[in-house]
């Protein structure tokens, strides 16, 4: 089975700017999460959703939304950039009750 | 709201040698998780403990889940340089059907000299 996948890698942005990312999950998995991966937070819960529906959101600015389609595939999308949201992006799939399993991630600078 | 706290945060090991990497939380958890992220990778899920007390055991790694379920330790024996990066352990933070939904602890970053 394919892993989860991210795009893009790596994406250089600037302040004031949008960016969507991509995630498609393991083939069966209805859930999918978010995570914001930073040296001085750590990993921080971005949003989850299941059958498109978003089942949970954390603590971040409403800059920050997400979306899944009916084929589990998931974006999510941050407006008006900032300089703190230079971080790597995680998306993380998983069955009902199962363990996360992680994308390479999609590593945001913005200058 | 509940923290999920880990000790130490870095630990350098010399090869051979073992170590434990601690996990606390401020609220009971229905199960503890631990993922070990290698430098530039992402995390990858090591195992899950539900049970109050349980021990589970990965060859070199053996997994503890505290009596109170607030509490969670990860024993590594005859540390190797495959060991390297850095362990997290995470617990749910919402309901049972909100399995996505982790607090993750910070982490011990583990660096082993040869």
């Known amino acids: 089975k394919a892993g989860v996948t991210q795009t893009p890698r790596y994406l250089i942005k600037t302040r004031g700017q949008q960016v969507t990312l991509s995630c498609s999950p393991i083939?069966?998995?209805?859930?999918v999460s978010w995570y914001q991966q930073t040296p001085g937070q750590g990993l921080q819960f971005l949003f989850e959703?299941?059958?498109?529906?978003?089942?949970n959101k954390g603590n971040f600015p409403g800059r920050f939304s997400g979306r899944q389609f009916s084929n589990s595939r998931s974006e999510m999308n941050v407006s008006t950039l900032e300089l703190g949201d230079s971080a790597l992006y995680l998306c993380a799939s998983s069955l009902a009750g199962g363990p996360l399993h992680f994308g390479n991630g999609t590593r945001l600078t913005v200058t | 709201g509940q923290q999920v706290m880990q000790i130490p945060q870095y630990q350098h090991v010399q090869e051979g040698e073992d170590f434990t990497t601690y996990c606390n939380s401020s609220?009971?958890?229905?199960?503890i998780q631990w993922y070990k992220q290698r430098p530039g990778g992402h995390p990858v899920f090591l195992i899950q403990l539900v049970k109050s007390g349980e021990v589970k055991k990965q060859k070199r790694l053996t997994f503890q889940f505290g009596e109170a379920k607030k509490n969670s330790s990860l024993h590594i024996t005859a540390t190797q340089t495959t060991d390297v990066g850095t362990y997290f352990c995470a617990g749910p933070l919402g309901t049972t059907d909100s399995w996505g939904k982790l607090q993750f602890g910070a982490g011990t970053q583990v660096v082993v000299t040869p």
């Open positions: 609220t009971t958890l229905s199960n």
């Open positions: 959703y299941f059958s498109e529906t978003q089942r």
């Open positions: 083939s069966g998995h209805r859930s």
